[in-house]
């Protein structure tokens, strides 16, 4: 064998030890496209510090929950908090990664963010298709001062399961007798009116080139996307904006060291200053770990996330895990994760 026959068989050996090398150094999730443009600033952060790569892929709330189930993901995130029952059953452990908060966004020519306000009453009847244009009395006796046109109202909502649809349609059936009637809180559900869109990023796309359209998003998207946002009529009766200081007001009295599994909804929070469409997403993770050492390269992003990924989701408009909820959340590690019969953590 000559010389350069050696050398191409020795390259070909050292490739596929460095993609192998790669494979091993990348964590995998999917799930929720909530919280997905701070996983993914997270992410380039974290393999420039450490050289681990997270891949994360925005799937939905549905979709991180049935393939971590299936194990083709390292671990799932959901803004649907599974029952303890749940968990149990399929031998995962869940806590909270991050908070925030979903916000009605519109695209009316004239109307600048936080312009508009909306009360509850408004905003279900808007979704029920019972109002249908924006200079409807009911709309203009809460906005005296607003210029709004006679145009049609287009209600934009998401088309594929999604934690961020739970979160909205949850409050809404806090608010309204007849929206849970009629409609309900689900991850997906039967939409009396309007046009679809997958992921936050669907939805706000159809909203921003659809005049006269009205959707929901997670905040951080209407703020990348400069999208009119608008204020809400809260549970104290107060029009609040949708801000950190809002959603940290609404996050504030929950007793997560109480909530079996870090089980907790936070929307229609008490509160002068609360933002009313709160939410937390979930990560979810096997109890049973088949690799010790991937495991633990798993835990140690997740704790760089809460210890020095804070500055980065509060510049995202987020809202982090409190310091002492994630001492709860590193005990459930050490107390649940076993891989091998052994702890990982």
């Known amino acids: 064998m000559n010389r350069f026959a050696v050398l191409r068989i020795v ?9 192998g090398e790669i494979r091993a150094q990348t964590i995998h999730g999917a799930g929720a496209s909530f919280p997905y443009p701070l996983y993914s600033e997270w992410a380039v952060r974290y393999q420039q510090e450490s050289g681990v790569r997270i891949n994360y892929q925005p799937i939905g709330s549905g979709g991180g929950l049935a393939q971590v189930k299936v194990k083709t993901v390292d ?45 509850p009453e408004l905003i279900v009847r808007i979704f029920l298709g019972e109002i249908k244009n924006w200079n409807d009395p009911a709309i203009r006796r809460i906005n005296p001062d607003l210029k709004l046109p006679s145009r049609m109202i287009t209600v934009v909502h998401r088309i594929n399961g999604s934690g961020t649809t739970w979160i909205f349609t949850n409050y809404l059936t806090k608010v309204s007798a007849k929206w849970s009637k009629r409609v309900g809180s689900a991850k997906a559900v039967e939409w009396p009116v309007g046009i679809g869109g997958r992921g936050n990023e669907g939805v706000a796309s159809n909203v921003q080139r659809t005049n006269g359209a009205i959707g929901y998003v997670e905040f951080a998207y209407a703020l990348q996307n400069r999208m009119t946002w608008t204020m809400m009529k809260n549970r104290s009766g107060k029009y609040v904006a949708p801000t950190m200081e809002s959603f940290q007001t609404a996050v504030a009295n929950a007793d997560w060291s109480h909530s079996p599994g870090f089980y907790l909804v936070l929307t229609n929070q008490p509160g002068a200053k609360s933002w009313p469409i709160t ?15 991937r495991a633990k390269r798993m835990l140690d992003y997740f704790d760089w996330c809460f210890t020095s990924g804070g500055g980065i989701a509060e510049k995202l408009h987020y809202v982090p895990v409190p310091d002492t909820i994630v001492k709860f959340i590193e005990k459930s590690w050490r107390e649940c994760l076993v891989s091998d019969g052994k702890p990982v953590w």
């Open 279 to 293: 939410g937390a997403s979930f990560l979810l993770i096997r109890r049973e770990q088949k690799d010790a050492v």
């Open 75 to 119: 671990f799932g995130a959901t803004d649907i908090p599974l029952e303890n029952s749940e968990l149990d059953e399929a031998g995962l452990l869940q806590f909270p990664m991050v908070l925030g908060g979903v916000t009605p966004v519109v695209n009316i020519r004239g109307i600048k963010a936080g312009e508009l306000r909306l009360t």
């Open 11 to 19: 390259s070909f050996i050292l490739t596929l030890f460095c993609a």
